[in-house]
């Protein structure tokens, strides 16, 4: 049992929050202060959504760099709905999601149907959604959106912001979905050996295509989060979400290869990747060393990855 | 140069792959190295090329005993092989794959006119036809496999190991490649060539090794003095007992799955045959005779062009993987158990339960673990799975035990039909035993079998009748009376007819 505890990853990132949160509570006396919390759940909340959409494609062997653009083409289109033709704020969102899904839908086609590796797919379709917002803005954001949608963005219950409700709830349906339901399984067993689950009779291209599109309605939702924080749809929202979407799910133990992932790890990973950032805005440190550490992060978790393939025999 | 081993033993876990045995390689000669698949004989090759290093027994070179750390060692000592699988690089051309190992510099650069006259001199030596400009993979089969020698060649190797070198090049290019082998004889290099073909290795080869079971059963014979019965009775073992199963009599109604005139996309053409309820039916043929294909074919992996497969008496449409195993109830258990197999990594209960997910799922499209373990754990049990825990990963599993979940996720699904790929490579006979009985368990269940095997005993052990395959066609059936002797001269017959 023991020796499965230490198989696992999240207690070792539950004692590496605990040390991180007492270091920060005891040295920075702005850390614990409600606002601060509140800040930091903002930001955990977007983060949660850009980690679980690029866990979603790791989970099938995929890789899906096409997060950042699909997001900031669903956060425009679903503004400019609500800001230029005056859509309700429901049907706004709605469409936004179905963007999202859509974009990833195509992304999983264009995958499976030319059997070009997903890397260079949504590389290729990360410009044309890139190139699609830039197209409709100008690079200029949509800065008028409606009272209740920017008041839902920041309202919040003591240092509980109501936006962490959306992506709460998109953990618990995740990890219900991969653990306990067939596709949920299914798009494991793809991801843990393509061949192998496809002699199952499991069908493999249409899972590929489902994980891209759930991908991408995830994306969607972190950037209609972002929009309801930010008050505007900014044509730059998911340009820096990369590194994070990445850095998140490995952080959190996902098999590089496909067929392992975690949701509660995971998500124990967007909450140090969170803290980690905090702290070195509430220390003063300079900017530059977050990109430095989430890099560094990054491949320590992949070396540890390979330690562990290798010492279960099979690297 | 004389390399000989003695007294090698190596193990894997769960499987013995060499039990004590020798072989001794003289110059300009060429010795035989036979065996049927999972006697031993690539372990063998791989210790004589410093790939494993053997458990125990002595590797002399000239007489003195030497030691590989790595393949580079044996290079190094003069060892030349080519393996089963190809070790060219694609793209680039035939002289580089023959110099890579040395490339010739020129102030600090790759000296190409080098490149090729250093490839050129030895091509030169065996086949003076293939352009060394030529990249490699607009190469054929046969000619890499020159490229191949030639690269061993060029490293100064007085000893050159053939690992099935003909197994996948035609009649014609086999007789050239014989031309090459026995030009590198006289030139005083020792030859170990590993085949399965007997007729083939008994006309080119001056000595032979039979391997068994990880044993020598004969001992580097000079092949003027063995006949081919004799060779054939020491590679499959007359005396070792042709185990019984209980069987059910197939039923003659309609097939469960019948082939009319079938045409595949990968060259099959007139395929006919009628597989029965509770029948075992045997496809046997030689590596590259089409046989996993056909399988593939009948699964929905690979297309089917012409002709009508059957389920039932139904005609079947073309169709997908997913359709083959959801809605025809057709399994297939595949000759790469690691590949294409099983999910190594998720645990026995996920790869036992992957084909039944979908039927399980409760109302609400849940997976329950105790749904799960309900189907399962009386698989596991009956096929006898040695796992201390259902939720250990696969990977972890002996390869026997390994093959045992990939053949009970069938019975979790319950098939109509299986296709049953070589079950038995690579693992022990303890295990071999454990699978049959599980073949013939699920074929008393009433499931229609194909079995597709290279190892006569096992044939003749499971197998009702025995369809023989040659280049992508049947070319005959045989009846099995467990008679090991009669069934094995009459697939050889059939297989030697032209």
């Given at each position: 049992m023991n020796?499965?505890?230490?198989?696992k990853?999240w207690?070792a990132?539950a004692?590496?929050?605990a040390l991180g949160?007492g270091f920060?509570?005891?040295?920075s006396?702005a850390f614990?202060?409600e606002?601060n919390i509140y800040?930091l759940l903002r930001?955990?909340c977007?983060?949660?959504l850009?980690?679980?959409?690029q866990?979603t494609?790791?989970a099938v062997?995929?890789?899906n760099v096409?997060?950042?653009?699909?997001?900031g083409?669903?956060?425009?289109?679903?503004?400019?709905?609500?800001e230029?033709l005056g859509?309700?704020i429901g049907?706004?969102?709605?469409a936004?999601l179905?963007?999202?899904a859509?974009?990833g839908?195509?992304?999983?086609?264009?995958?499976?149907?030319t059997?070009?590796?997903?890397f260079i797919v949504t590389?290729?379709?990360?410009?044309?959604f890139?190139?699609i917002?830039?197209?409709i803005?100008?690079s200029?954001?949509f800065?008028?959106m409606p009272?209740?949608l920017v008041a839902?963005g920041t309202?919040?219950?003591?240092a509980?912001?109501y936006?962490l409700?959306?992506p709460?709830?998109a953990?618990?349906a995740?990890?219900i979905f991969?653990?306990?339901?067939s596709l949920?399984?299914y798009?494991?067993a793809v991801?843990?050996?393509?061949?192998a689950?496809e002699?199952?009779?499991?069908?493999?291209a249409?899972?590929?295509v489902?994980a891209?599109?759930?991908s991408?309605?995830l994306?969607?939702?972190?950037a209609l989060?972002?929009?309801?924080?930010?008050g505007?749809?900014?044509?730059?929202?998911g340009?820096?979400w990369?590194?994070l979407s990445f850095?998140?799910?490995i952080i959190?133990?996902?098999a590089?290869g496909?067929g392992?992932?975690?949701v509660?790890?995971?998500?124990?990973?967007?909450?140090?990747?969170?803290?980690?950032?905090?702290g070195?805005?509430?220390e003063q440190?300079d900017p530059?060393?977050?990109?430095?550490?989430?890099?560094?992060?990054i491949?320590?978790?992949?070396g540890?990855?390979?330690l562990?393939a290798?010492r279960a025999?099979?690297? | 140069?004389r390399?000989?081993v003695e007294n090698v033993?190596?193990?894997?876990?769960?499987?013995?792959?060499l039990d004590?045995?020798?072989?001794?390689?003289?110059p300009?000669?060429?010795?035989?190295?036979v065996?049927?698949n999972?006697a031993?004989k690539s372990?063998l090759?791989k210790?004589?090329?410093g790939i494993?290093?053997?458990?125990?027994?002595r590797?002399?070179i000239d007489?003195k005993e030497?030691?590989?750390?790595s393949?580079?060692d044996a290079i190094a000592?003069?060892?030349?092989?080519?393996h089963?699988?190809?070790?060219?690089v694609p793209?680039?051309?035939v002289?580089e794959n023959?110099?890579?190992?040395?490339?010739?510099m020129?102030?600090?650069?790759v000296?190409?006119?080098?490149?090729?006259k250093?490839a050129?001199?030895f091509?030169d030596?065996?086949d003076s036809?293939?352009d060394?400009r030529?990249?490699v993979?607009?190469l054929?089969?046969a000619?890499?496999?020159i490229?191949e020698?030639a690269?061993?060649?060029?490293?100064d190797?007085g000893?050159?190991l053939l690992?099935?070198?003909?197994?996948?090049?035609?009649?014609h290019e086999a007789?050239?490649?014989?031309?090459?082998l026995?030009?590198?004889k006289?030139?005083g290099?020792?030859?170990a060539f590993v085949?399965?073909?007997?007729?083939?290795?008994?006309?080119?080869c001056?000595r032979?090794t039979?391997?068994?079971?990880?044993?020598v059963?004969?001992?580097?014979?000079?092949v003027?003095?063995?006949?081919?019965?004799r060779?054939?009775?020491?590679?499959?073992?007359?005396e070792e007992?042709?185990?019984?199963?209980?069987?059910?009599?197939p039923?003659?109604?309609?097939?469960?799955m019948?082939?009319?005139?079938l045409a595949?996309?990968?060259?099959?053409?007139g395929i006919?045959?009628?597989?029965?309820?509770?029948?075992?039916?045997?496809?046997?043929g030689?590596?590259?005779?089409?046989?996993t294909?056909?399988?593939r074919?009948l699964?929905?992996?690979?297309?089917?062009v012409?002709?009508?497969?059957l389920m039932d008496?139904?005609p079947?449409?073309?169709r997908n993987?997913?359709?083959?195993v959801?809605r025809?109830k057709?399994g297939y258990v595949?000759?790469?158990?690691?590949?294409?197999g099983?999910?190594?990594?998720h645990?026995?209960?996920?790869?036992?339960?992957i084909?039944?997910?979908?039927?399980i799922?409760?109302?609400l499209?849940?997976?329950r673990r105790?749904?799960e373990l309900?189907?399962v754990?009386?698989?596991?049990?009956?096929?006898?799975v040695?796992?201390?825990?259902l939720e250990r990963?696969?990977?972890?599993l002996s390869g026997?035990?390994?093959q045992?979940?990939?053949i009970?996720?069938?019975?979790?699904a319950e098939v109509k039909?299986?296709?049953?790929?070589?079950?038995?490579?690579g693992?022990?006979?303890?295990?071999?035993?454990?699978i049959?009985e599980?073949?013939?368990g699920?074929?008393?269940?009433?499931?229609a079998?194909?079995l597709i095997s290279?190892?006569l005993p096992?044939?003749v052990a499971?197998a009702?009748?025995?369809?023989v395959m040659?280049d992508?066609?049947l070319?005959?059936?045989?009846?099995?009376?467990?008679n090991?002797?009669?069934?094995?001269?009459?697939?050889?017959?059939?297989?030697?007819?032209?």
């Amino acid at each position: 049992m023991n020796t499965r505890l230490l198989e696992k990853e999240w207690p070792a990132l539950a004692v590496a929050i605990a040390l991180g949160f007492g270091f920060l509570a005891a040295t920075s006396p702005a850390f614990l202060t409600e606002f601060n919390i509140y800040v930091l759940l903002r930001s955990f909340c977007i983060s949660l959504l850009v980690a679980f959409s690029q866990m979603t494609t790791l989970a099938v062997g995929q890789l899906n760099v096409s997060i950042g653009a699909l997001g900031g083409l669903v956060a425009i289109v679903a503004g400019g709905l609500m800001e230029k033709l005056g859509v309700p704020i429901g049907v706004a969102l709605a469409a936004g999601l179905a963007l999202g899904a859509l974009c990833g839908f195509v992304n999983g086609v264009l995958v499976t149907r030319t059997g070009i590796d997903g890397f260079i797919v949504t590389l290729a379709t990360a410009s044309v959604f890139d190139g699609i917002n830039l197209g409709i803005t100008k690079s200029i954001p949509f800065y008028k959106m409606p009272a209740a949608l920017v008041a839902f963005g920041t309202a919040r219950f003591h240092a509980l912001p109501y936006l962490l409700i959306p992506p709460v709830l998109a953990a618990i349906a995740l990890a219900i979905f991969l653990a306990r339901t067939s596709l949920g399984r299914y798009l494991l067993a793809v991801g843990g050996n393509p061949q192998a689950a496809e002699l199952s009779g499991v069908p493999r291209a249409r899972i590929i295509v489902l994980a891209h599109s759930l991908s991408g309605f995830l994306a969607a939702g972190a950037a209609l989060l972002a929009l309801a924080q930010l008050g505007s749809a900014q044509p730059t929202i998911g340009s820096d979400w990369l590194i994070l979407s990445f850095a998140a799910p490995i952080i959190g133990g996902a098999a590089l290869g496909g067929g392992y992932v975690s949701v509660l790890a995971t998500a124990l990973a967007v909450v140090l990747l969170t803290l980690i950032q905090n702290g070195l805005v509430l220390e003063q440190v300079d900017p530059f060393w977050v990109e430095f550490l989430l890099g560094g992060l990054i491949l320590a978790a992949v070396g540890f990855d390979r330690l562990r393939a290798a010492r279960a025999g099979g690297g | 140069m004389r390399l000989a081993v003695e007294n090698v033993g190596k193990s894997f876990p769960g499987v013995v792959a060499l039990d004590g045995a020798s072989l001794r390689l003289e110059p300009g000669e060429i010795h035989a190295l036979v065996g049927e698949n999972g006697a031993g004989k690539s372990t063998l090759i791989k210790i004589l090329t410093g790939i494993y290093r053997p458990d125990r027994g002595r590797l002399t070179i000239d007489d003195k005993e030497a030691r590989f750390a790595s393949a580079r060692d044996a290079i190094a000592s003069g060892i030349g092989a080519v393996h089963q699988e190809r070790n060219l690089v694609p793209r680039f051309t035939v002289g580089e794959n023959i110099a890579l190992e040395q490339l010739p510099m020129r102030f600090g650069f790759v000296d190409f006119d080098a490149v090729h006259k250093r490839a050129r001199k030895f091509l030169d030596a065996i086949d003076s036809s293939i352009d060394t400009r030529t990249e490699v993979r607009r190469l054929s089969v046969a000619q890499m496999q020159i490229v191949e020698i030639a690269k061993a060649l060029s490293l100064d190797s007085g000893v050159l190991l053939l690992d099935e070198p003909t197994a996948s090049i035609t009649g014609h290019e086999a007789d050239a490649l014989f031309l090459i082998l026995r030009r590198l004889k006289a030139q005083g290099k020792a030859i170990a060539f590993v085949g399965h073909r007997l007729e083939e290795v008994l006309s080119i080869c001056d000595r032979i090794t039979v391997l068994r079971d990880g044993k020598v059963m004969l001992s580097g014979e000079p092949v003027a003095k063995v006949d081919r019965a004799r060779v054939v009775r020491e590679m499959v073992g007359r005396e070792e007992r042709i185990a019984e199963f209980e069987r059910a009599i197939p039923q003659s109604d309609t097939p469960a799955m019948e082939a009319r005139e079938l045409a595949t996309a990968r060259g099959h053409v007139g395929i006919d045959f009628k597989l029965m309820k509770g029948e075992i039916l045997g496809l046997y043929g030689l590596v590259g005779a089409g046989r996993t294909e056909l399988a593939r074919a009948l699964v929905g992996d690979e297309r089917i062009v012409g002709g009508q497969l059957l389920m039932d008496g139904t005609p079947v449409a073309s169709r997908n993987v997913a359709d083959a195993v959801h809605r025809q109830k057709i399994g297939y258990v595949s000759e790469d158990r690691k590949g294409e197999g099983l999910i190594l990594a998720h645990s026995v209960r996920a790869n036992l339960a992957i084909t039944i997910w979908r039927r399980i799922a409760d109302r609400l499209g849940l997976l329950r673990r105790s749904s799960e373990l309900r189907v399962v754990a009386p698989i596991a049990a009956r096929l006898d799975v040695r796992t201390g825990s259902l939720e250990r990963e696969v990977i972890k599993l002996s390869g026997g035990n390994q093959q045992k979940v990939s053949i009970g996720k069938w019975l979790a699904a319950e098939v109509k039909v299986l296709l049953v790929d070589e079950p038995t490579v690579g693992v022990d006979v303890n295990a071999k035993a454990a699978i049959h009985e599980a073949i013939a368990g699920v074929a008393r269940e009433g499931v229609a079998v194909l079995l597709i095997s290279s190892d006569l005993p096992e044939m003749v052990a499971l197998a009702d009748r025995v369809l023989v395959m040659r280049d992508f066609a049947l070319i005959g059936e045989v009846e099995n009376d467990r008679n090991l002797e009669r069934v094995s001269r009459l697939i050889m017959e059939l297989i030697q007819s032209r």
